[in-house]
């Protein structure tokens, strides 16, 4: 990311007055029956640009030292300048330093560019929710031609040693 925009960005946590972004969570995520559901249980990390909230993401406590990243989202007109990677190593730093030994985030099938995105920032495939995008969403998804039908899970440790 160009320092300029770096410069820009604050990410914090959500506070309790702050409002939900739906927009962007929508984004990642169209169910709003799902995000309702993870959401009581998770904490919101907003991305601020100039003081305006232009990116998102969320982390849920998956137990057995595992933070779950359930939805992350950059506005669309801002996405491919380097932020979603700049959100997801601030995801990393923040469940390690709050005492978690793993990272996990689970995409559609069908979305290649957030495959390809989630490898590169060192997660690995380590599992297959078989249909899951079938029997839980009341509508069909398809990207590119493509139809999302299953979870595919990525996770990466967060060695203790590399806490800040
Ligand atoms: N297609 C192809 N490549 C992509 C795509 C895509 N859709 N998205 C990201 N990439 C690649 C880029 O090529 C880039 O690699 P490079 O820098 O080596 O060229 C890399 O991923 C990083 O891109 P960033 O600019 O850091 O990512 P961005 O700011 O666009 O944020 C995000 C990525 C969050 C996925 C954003 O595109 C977005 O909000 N998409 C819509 C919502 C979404 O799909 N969220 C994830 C769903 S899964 C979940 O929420 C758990």
Do not use: W
Not at 59 to 73: C, F, H, Q, S
Not at 94 to 103: E, F, H, L, T, V
Not at 109 to 133: A, D, P, T, V
């Amino acid at each position: 990311m160009v320092p300029e925009l770096k410069n820009r960005l604050h990410v914090r946590k959500a506070e309790s007055t702050d409002p939900i972004p739906y927009d962007l969570l929508l984004l990642a995520d169209p169910s709003m029956t799902a995000i309702e559901k993870y959401l009581p249980a998770s904490e919101i990390y907003v991305c601020e640009l100039d003081e305006v909230c232009i990116g998102v993401y969320v982390l849920y406590p998956a137990g057995n030292g595992i933070a779950e990243i359930k939805n992350i989202a950059v506005k669309d007109e801002l996405q491919g300048k380097g932020i979603g990677k700049h959100l997801l190593a601030d995801a990393c730093t923040r469940a390690k330093n709050a005492g978690y030994d793993r990272i996990i985030i689970g995409t559609g099938n069908s979305s290649i560019g957030q495959l390809f995105l989630y490898q590169q920032q060192g997660f690995e495939i380590f599992g297959m929710k078989m249909n899951f995008f079938m029997e839980n969403y009341d509508e069909p998804i398809f990207e590119d031609g493509i139809q999302c039908k299953h979870m595919i899970m990525l996770g990466k440790d967060l060695p203790a040693g590399s806490r800040e």
